[in-house]
């Protein structure tokens, strides 16, 4: 049970020290957007930049036993193509 409490919190941290980098641009970039591109350029950067992190804590969360796949997969924007 310790050894699960230890992941999890190891987890929590893990997440905690990868979204706030991402917390802070997207804070930034609302607060002081760049003067030769109007919001909407700021808007769809800082949405791109969301939907990647999204798509990347799911990855990690199904890696750990945490999610489905399902999450994975409708996190992920791009299809996944699987060979023939």
Known sequence: ???????????????????KPLF???DDSLVEPEPDQGPARSNSVVKTAALREYARLAQIRFDEGYT????????NPEPVLTPN
């Open 24 to 26: 802070e641009t997207v």
């Open 1 to 19: 049970m310790k050894l699960a409490e230890a992941q999890k919190q190891e987890l929590i941290v893990r997440y905690h020290k990868s979204s």
């Open 68 to 75: 489905s796949y399902l999450e994975v997969l409708d996190a």
